[in-house]
């Protein structure tokens, strides 16, 4: 099915407004004592912020989109009686333990995708970086700071790998053993990189290889919610990108079982082969 730009356009507006609320929430810290929890491991948390930017995100899109379907990091998915055919996939808070130690690397991640698991909309702000990014299907990226005018995205700049000097950002699991294998893999991932980063928020690393920051960005199991905005950005500003499908798009991304077995990938064309795509 093909949408109409004002379509698109109304659920873009939706998605930066969500997103804002969002990460308005985010910006309401003031160097306090967090109340905080773990997750999945020691170092996998979860703040009063996580929930509170999530409810935020939720109060919009239940406003403006109240017969779509949202999935969210923190709550999970909510079903809605006579569905639209679109559902949200929201990460209120990427970056958490970023976001707990004061490094600014942190952000709301706010998506759409259709019944035919096409993503159409996506928004990535971090309010620390005082930066939004956003995309929609067919209709370019952008970033814009502080508020100020929007630039459209390009990607990484052509023929940096040759210079030796391309770089490669990544990610790291949570699980001790996924995580190890990871380690062993790292040499081979690396190859014709001049260095890596790993700085702690799957969404804004994508952002990162649309605004040419990044070269590329490849990481193993990510969550629906860490790729959704960030990867259609990367995709819209020119990358080539990997990422898992929708293999139910109503209720929301693969098993954990199939998103640990594939890998999220953005990059320049040059890069294609490097990574492990399935």
């Not at 209709?139 to 023929?159: H, I, S, V």
């Not at 053993?177 to 980063?197: S, T, Y």
Request: hydrophobic share 40%.
């Amino acid at each position: 099915m093909d949408y109409t730009e004002d379509f698109l356009a109304d659920l873009l507006t939706t998605a930066r407004r969500a997103a804002a609320a969002g990460a308005a929430v985010l910006a309401g810290r003031d160097g306090a004592q967090l109340s905080q929890e773990t997750k999945s491991s020691g170092s996998d948390w979860v703040t009063e912020f996580d929930l509170a930017a999530e409810r935020a995100v939720r109060a919009v899109l239940a406003d403006e989109r109240p017969r779509d379907i949202v999935t969210g990091e923190e709550q999970g998915t909510t079903i809605v009686d006579s569905p639209s055919g679109f559902r949200w996939s929201i990460d209120p808070l990427d970056g958490t333990t970023n976001f707990i130690r004061d490094i600014v690397y942190y952000a709301t991640s706010v998506a759409v995708a259709d019944e035919h698991g096409r993503w159409l909309a996506g928004v990535v702000r971090a309010p620390a970086l005082r930066r939004e990014y956003w995309a929609v299907h067919g209709g370019g990226a952008f970033r814009a700071d502080d508020g100020g005018e929007p630039r459209a995205l390009d990607g990484p700049l052509p023929g940096r790998d040759t210079a030796g000097s391309a770089l490669l950002a990544t990610g790291f699991s949570y699980d001790p053993a996924i995580r190890a294998e990871q380690a062993r893999a790292l040499p081979g991932l690396m190859d014709g990189f001049g260095d890596m980063r790993r700085l702690g928020s799957a969404a804004l690393d994508l952002c990162l290889v649309a605004d040419g920051t990044h070269d590329a960005y490849g990481e193993r199991g990510l969550n629906e919610h860490d790729f959704a905005a960030g990867a259609l950005i990367a995709e819209e500003a020119g990358c080539w990108v990997r990422r898992p499908q929708l293999t139910s798009p109503l209720e929301g991304g693969p098993s954990a079982e199939e998103r640990l077995a594939l890998w999220t990938c953005a990059g320049g064309i040059e890069f294609s082969g490097r990574f492990p795509v399935e």
